[in-house]
């Protein structure tokens, strides 16, 4: 079976704000209550959600960083094209 991962993440446009709510959430703040106040995708609606996806479905950056992530870990920021990410590995399978 192909490695998939289950992960949400909260986009935004600068690094400052990606380590600003790195520390929020390193701090205990709710990811997914971050996500729906702050990211700039569309999966904010749901707590920033992406489901399970394999490789070659994401850009190779954050496909990267969500497959060498560990279940239940928070990695970033990490930069690509689309902005500043932070990753939290929901479930891998």
Known sequence: MTQQVRASHI?????GKA???????????EFASLA???????????????????RGMMVKEF?????EGDK????????????WHLIKIVDKK
């Open 11 to 15: 986009l935004v446009k600068g690094k």
């Open 19 to 29: 380590d600003e709510l790195r520390t929020r959430v390193d701090g205990g703040d």
């Open 36 to 54: 729906k106040e702050f990211s700039e995708c569309p999966s904010k609606k749901r707590g920033g959600d992406l489901g399970w996806f394999k």
């Open 63 to 67: 496909e990267k960083a969500a497959f």
């Open 72 to 83: 239940g870990s928070v990695v970033g920021p990490v930069k690509t094209d689309f902005g």
